[in-house]
């Protein structure tokens, strides 16, 4: 594993992209979004996540420091990066230890807050003794308070026996740039990316959960290939953050809706930086997009499987785990 100590040589170059979200190249409205404060910077993190909620948090901690450093707006982190991911990790959330990961949870909200950075957090929300938890991302605002959560609404089979799904979407604006969040599984259902295109979000932040694989897996290719095919298809760039234990099947990346993917190096802990508005012109090609017309949204479409909890903490998104 590698240490903390080692993480800063293993950091990705910030990007700097110089043009617009439309994929419309424009130097000097980017150069004025720039001087009008309006870009935003995101990082986006890979740790090796395990059942170890201190060790995880060391790493967290570690990474929303030197996101801050280098100017990040936000700072997002990968499925369960706090909790560890229950039924690999460890089997199930019996005996799981809430109090330290509400206790970490508190001190990652008063760093966020101190160093005036957003935080998409990877854990787990407890809901009641007799409830599943979910599987979730808080957000954390720049004022160290949980403004919302999104709870991970696909779940696979092995997810249902230690989780309960969510049943709502999540969006943000910051500085201007509408965002939305979803969990590992989800990207195999195009439906949930349809239906935050409706809600006119261009940045997803989609944390997974894809590694402690014994070998390489069908998944090193099918990875980088869905987020490629999301990023395109619905016109997002899509931010997604991976554990880096291994072995994982692809890194930490970002998708761009032209189909092009900027990565960290495997296994490695580190951050992957880019700012928005981007529309790149790549080195090898010039940036390309299709799907002008957006697919029609069905009118009783489900967007969760199993069954959701009516519980007031799963109602309510700004609580703690």
């Not at 910077?41 to 201190?54: F, G, H, M, N, R």
């Not at 030197?66 to 089997?91: Q, R």
């Not at 407890?126 to 938890?133: G, L, Q, R, V």
């Not at 899509?238 to 890194?251: D, E, I, K, Q, T």
Request: glycine share 4%; charged share 20%; with cysteine.
């Amino acid at each position: 594993m590698t240490t903390l100590s080692n993480t800063k040589k293993t950091i990705a170059v910030v990007i700097a992209a110089t043009v617009l979200i439309t994929l419309a190249t424009d130097p000097a409205c980017y150069a004025e979004n720039k001087q009008n404060n309006s870009v935003l910077k995101a990082a986006t993190c890979q740790l090796p996540v395990s059942k170890d909620i201190l060790s995880n948090a060391k790493y967290i901690k570690q990474f929303i420091k030197e996101a801050a450093e280098n100017k990040a707006d936000i700072v997002h982190f990968s499925e369960a990066a706090l909790s560890g991911y229950g039924g690999s990790d460890f089997p199930s959330f019996e005996d799981f230890d809430w109090q330290t990961l509400r206790d970490q949870t508190r001190q990652i909200m008063a760093l966020a807050k101190k160093l005036n950075i957003w935080v998409i957090l990877g854990s787990a929300h407890y809901i009641s003794e007799n409830e599943k938890p979910t599987n979730c991302l808080y957000i954390i605002s720049s004022e160290g308070k949980i403004v919302d959560r999104y709870d991970k609404s696909m779940l696979t089979a092995s997810d249902l026996k230690v989780y309960t799904p969510g049943n709502h979407l999540v969006t943000i604006t910051l500085k201007g740039i509408k965002c939305g969040f979803l969990i590992c599984y989800d990207i195999c259902y195009p439906e949930m990316y349809n239906a935050y295109r409706h809600k006119g979000v261009t940045l997803m932040f989609h944390s997974f959960y894809n590694a402690h694989h014994k070998t390489k897996t069908i998944l090193d290719e099918i990875g980088p290939a869905w987020i490629r095919v999301r990023a395109t298809d619905y016109l997002m760039w899509v931010l997604a953050s991976n554990s880096s234990g291994s072995h994982s099947s692809w890194p930490t990346s970002i998708g761009r809706p032209d189909g092009s993917l900027v990565s960290l190096e495997r296994h490695v802990p580190g951050i992957l930086y880019r700012e928005f508005p981007d529309s790149e012109v790549t080195d090898e090609f010039r940036s390309w997009t299709h799907n002008k017309k957006m697919m029609a949204l069905p009118k009783d479409e489900i967007y969760h499987n199993g069954e959701p909890s009516n519980h007031p903490r799963a109602v309510d998104t700004k609580s703690l785990p």
